[in-house]
């Protein structure tokens, strides 16, 4: 299914409807890292509408995607990435405190809206995750974490990480169909996800 | 009320003199969030509010179907700019009473309005503040 979707618990039947990318401005040739947090919303509450709130009052804003899950309930996987120094500047030992402070306080400003999972990855934490899906190390030594975390959310789109990989390579994903070509593997395949011609394998 | 970028609109209310109801108006923006308080209410505008709220929602060109909703008792004004298919941009002014700007724009989806619709009418429910003071913990 893809990483966030085995790791973060979500219920059978939760759909994907919707994925965005903040377009922060990163510096990276600092060391990075990154947090993804899993938020579930009120009931009744617009996933797209509130998964765009929150991520406006994100100091560390990355991107995500959101959904709904299977009792109605919405949800959106919250996703920032930070220079590993910030910590240090507020004083924290943790390198991952300043975006989850960050998340913890956007929150506030839904209270109908809860944190269920979090997790912070290094760069090493992500090449581990790219190995464990058949990834050749070589293959993403020149990855910064951006491009590891973009990958992590092409796969989102059911698009396996081996494929994204190769596609980076020759700036398409999918070289064997007919598509409107992005000429960058992940636009690529953000783009045909967005058409709908993406869908998970049958169970 | 959560918008898209960042804004939103919050209401609360309570009761200070019975029967007088107040609201608290707060505008937030990822740069701003500023709370004009207790300010005195008109009966029904919650239900007022619930009617714009569903009409933007529900109506084709919310712009030129629903008006806009004054209440000049607590100076809150909201009011439709424009709309697509999923999304209708409004417009909240309050009397401003501070030097900040007691004015914001922003758009919401019509699925966030519907929502806002059914949860303003829980300011009609302010209780009255309990005017007795706290008893003593002397065990």
Redesign the interface.
């Given at each position: 299914m893809g990483y966030f979707f085995d790791t973060f618990h979500f219920e059978p039947g939760s759909r994907m409807t919707g994925m965005w990318q903040a377009g922060a401005h990163l510096d990276v040739g600092a060391e990075l890292v990154a947090t993804a947090g899993l938020v579930q919303f009120g009931r009744?509450?617009?996933d797209?509408?509130?998964a765009?709130?929150l991520?406006?009052?994100l100091p560390f804003h990355f991107g995500g995607f959101h959904g709904v899950g299977p009792d109605g309930h919405p949800w959106a996987m919250m996703l920032q990435i930070a220079p590993a120094s910030a910590a240090a500047l507020v004083g924290s030992d943790t390198q991952f405190w300043p975006m989850l402070d960050g998340l913890d306080r956007a929150l506030h400003?839904?209270w109908e809206a809860s944190l269920l999972f979090d997790r912070g990855f290094t760069r090493a934490d992500l090449m581990v995750i790219y190995a464990q899906q058949d990834v050749e190390v070589a293959a993403i030594e020149d990855w910064s974490v951006p491009d590891l975390m973009l990958g992590l959310l092409a796969e989102c789109c059911y698009v396996p990480l081996p494929q994204i990989v190769a596609g980076r390579i020759t700036q398409c994903a999918f070289p064997d169909y007919s598509h409107e070509c992005q000429y960058d593997v992940f636009n690529d395949v953000f783009s045909v996800w967005m058409t709908g011609q993406l869908n998970p394998e049958e169970p | 009320m959560s918008g898209y970028g960042g804004a939103a609109l919050f209401l609360r209310s309570e009761v200070v003199n019975a029967p007088q109801r107040v609201v608290d108006v707060g505008l937030l923006t990822p740069s701003d969030f500023v709370w004009f308080l207790e300010r005195p209410m008109t009966a029904g505008l919650p239900e007022r509010l619930a009617e714009f709220f569903f009409g933007c929602a529900r109506d084709l060109h919310p712009e030129l179907t629903v008006g806009a909703v004054q209440d000049s008792l607590c100076g809150l004004e909201v009011r439709v700019l424009s709309s697509t298919d999923s999304r209708v941009e409004l417009q909240i002014e309050v009397d401003g009473d501070t030097e900040r700007p007691a004015s914001l724009n922003f758009l919401t989806s019509r699925v966030g309005l519907t929502q806002a619709a059914a949860d303003v009418r829980v300011l009609e429910s302010a209780v009255v503040q309990d005017p007795r003071p706290m008893p003593l913990m002397d065990w």
């Open positions: 009744d509450q617009h797209e509408l509130e765009d709130f991520g406006a009052h400003y839904n | -």
